[in-house]
């Protein structure tokens, strides 16, 4: 997905978790949208759950954060699998299960884990692809947030 690309909508899920958002809620709610792609066979993906976890905490006055699922294995489509890790992570936010690659397709998607940071009026203003990072994106944050 491009720089200043619109928010996609949010259909197509398998299920949703923690709550369902719709594009037209992201956007009234005049917060930034953090959305997330993880995996749960992917290690990184999971060691970076408690640190999406104090992020979504840290700034959750100005941000929704999404986590979007992206089954990468056979077991990753395990919904009562998938289901177990967010209770046993402790997710507070929605979480959307991409278990046919909706979402994933539309964002061009290839990586877990995967970070892309959507401006109060809607549009793509930063991705981050893998596990580091955070400083940088938390910089993007303050800096979406001082505008």
Same mark, same amino acid.
């Given at each position: 997905?491009?720089?200043? =690309?619109?928010? @996609?909508?949010?259909?197509?899920?398998?299920?949703?978790?923690?709550? +369902?958002?719709?594009?037209?809620?992201?956007?009234?709610?005049?917060?930034?949208?953090?959305?997330?792609?993880?995996?749960?066979?992917?290690?990184?993906?999971? /060691?970076?759950?408690? #640190? #999406?976890?104090?992020?979504?905490?840290?700034?959750?006055?100005? *941000? =929704?954060?999404?986590?979007?699922? *992206? @089954?990468?294995?056979?077991? /990753?489509? /395990? &919904?009562?699998?998938?289901c177990?890790? #967010?209770?046993?992570?402790?997710?507070?936010? @929605?979480?959307?299960? /991409?278990?046919?690659?909706?979402?994933?397709?539309?964002?061009?998607?290839?990586?877990? @884990?995967?970070?892309?940071?959507?401006?109060?009026?809607?549009? &793509?203003?930063?991705?981050?692809?893998?596990s580091?990072? *955070?400083? *940088?994106?938390? +910089?993007?944050?303050? =800096?979406?947030?001082?505008?």
């Amino acid at each position: 997905m491009e720089l200043y =690309t619109p928010l @996609p909508e949010l259909h197509g899920a398998t299920k949703w978790v923690n709550g +369902k958002v719709t594009k037209k809620q992201l956007i009234a709610n005049k917060k930034l949208t953090f959305i997330h792609f993880w995996s749960a066979s992917s290690r990184l993906s999971l /060691d970076n759950l408690p #640190i #999406i976890d104090r992020f979504h905490q840290s700034f959750n006055e100005l *941000m =929704t954060v999404i986590a979007v699922h *992206m @089954p990468q294995t056979e077991k /990753d489509l /395990d &919904l009562k699998v998938v289901c177990e890790l #967010i209770k046993s992570y402790q997710l507070s936010y @929605p979480v959307y299960l /991409d278990h046919q690659h909706y979402l994933t397709t539309l964002f061009e998607n290839q990586y877990v @884990p995967s970070y892309y940071l959507f401006n109060l009026e809607g549009n &793509l203003s930063h991705v981050q692809l893998g596990s580091g990072g *955070m400083k *940088m994106l938390q +910089k993007q944050v303050q =800096t979406l947030i001082n505008k």
